[in-house]
């Protein structure tokens, strides 16, 4: 059976949250990994109410150090620890992080016991059997990454063809999974007939910065593609002097890289009564595009 990626939106505002979106913060779950993409103020109380246990983090990933992307991290840190947090916290951002979480932790007291890693990223930074994580620079006024989580293709047992093979089970078949053939009994059984390629999957995030070239290629062939979409293209200027996207940006960096579903993201407070604005632009570009509510869960 094929692990599903599942994606928690738990905060999809921008920089000033309202009564319907919290500030940015999403949650990537996969085989025990659950990644927070920014931890925006109020991000354990969203916690609480998509009825997610907050211990269940093992990683947070910063995509800068604005106040909206950020501001929940001490709060986490502080329940983190007075609910019995057992493992290491790994906390990995754009330059300056290091700097920033000492800074922060300082600022609010807080002196947990569990351990707690920091680590300035670029490229490929996390690299295990079933997936790796990967970073590029975006261009926002402040160090700012983008990132990618990227589940590694794997070769899987076709079930049906191995009962008509009958050949028994055992450890034996291990040897299948890294692509080897088996002889047993003076007969050979080959991994091609019995194995098949599971394709795989790629998710992206690009949560705030200007237009630039190094999206397009950093978020190529996305099986998703999360990315802000701060204004509709009417406010085309004030998107540029804030270094942000506009929908119509957004919707054309997606088609441009290939990728095979859009959700926009990180949305200002003036289109609280009107997101089809922001959705609609997008969708005169991008066929597949959806946009997100907080607390909607999405899996691939």
């Known amino acids: 059976m094929t692990e599903k990626i599942k994606l928690t939106f738990l905060g999809t505002a921008d920089a000033v949250p309202s009564a319907k979106r919290n500030h940015t913060a999403v949650l990537v779950s996969y085989l025990g990994e659950n990644i927070l993409v920014d931890c925006g103020e109020g991000t354990q109380r969203q916690f609480r109410k998509a009825r997610l246990n907050p211990c269940s983090v093992t990683r947070i990933l910063v995509t800068h150090w604005h106040a909206d992307h950020i501001l929940g991290i001490p709060g986490l840190l502080k329940t983190l620890g007075m609910s019995g947090y057992n493992k290491t916290l790994y906390v990995y951002g754009p330059r300056g992080t290091k700097r920033f979480m000492h ?80 002889t047993l009994n003076g007969k050979k059984y080959t991994a091609k007939n019995l194995t098949f390629i599971e394709p795989g999957k790629k998710i992206s995030f690009v949560l705030d910065t200007s237009l630039n070239a190094k999206i397009v290629p950093f978020v190529k062939d996305s099986d998703i593609f999360v990315c802000e979409s701060s204004f509709h293209s009417e406010l085309g200027e004030k998107a540029k002097e804030h270094q942000h996207l506009t929908a119509r940006q957004t919707a054309e960096i997606a088609k441009k890289a290939k990728v095979k579903k859009l959700i926009l993201t990180h949305i200002s407070q003036r289109y609280d009564k009107s997101p089809e604005k922001i959705l609609g632009e997008a969708r005169k570009v991008f066929h597949d595009v959806s946009l997100v509510k907080d607390l909607d869960v999405v899996e691939v």
């Open 103 to 182: 800074n922060l932790m300082e600022l609010f007291g807080v002196r947990e016991n569990y351990p707690i890693e920091i680590e300035e990223v670029l490229g490929k930074f996390l690299d295990t059997k079933d997936f790796y994580l990967e970073a590029e620079e975006m261009t926002h006024g402040t160090p700012c990454n983008a990132y990618s989580f990227v589940v590694k293709e794997k070769i899987r047992i076709d079930k049906k063809n191995l009962k008509a093979s009958k050949l028994p089970s055992g450890p034996l078949l291990q040897k299948l999974k890294f692509g080897k053939d088996i």
